[in-house]
């Protein structure tokens, strides 16, 4: 699971997006998993009804994956490089 963040928070530094949208495209995925995690311990030792909290925790963590991969996917494909950036 670590090493899907690392990638994630590697391909979104690189994104061509504004600093805090790549802020919170790093630390959300974050907040999802915290969110995961939460709901395990609520529901172990609370009430059973927490298990709901798995869904927008992992959803949380699957959007932004999701965002991030099409983005840089799009930015790779779809816009077209300065002409100086090109090699002759």
Do not use: C, N, Q
Not at 2 to 16: E, P, Y
Not at 43 to 58: C, E, I, R
């Amino acid at each position: 699971m670590s090493k899907i963040f690392i990638f994630v928070g590697a391909i979104t530094i690189w994104l061509d997006a504004v600093s805090a949208l790549r802020t919170w495209l790093v630390v959300l995925p974050f907040i999802g998993v915290l969110v995961d995690i939460l709901a395990m311990w609520l529901k172990a030792f609370v009430s059973p009804v927490f298990f709901w909290l798995h869904v927008p925790g992992g959803g949380l963590f699957a959007a932004v994956f999701a965002y991030v991969s099409l983005r840089a996917l799009w930015e790779m494909w779809f816009i077209a490089m300065p002409k100086s950036r090109h090699r002759s």
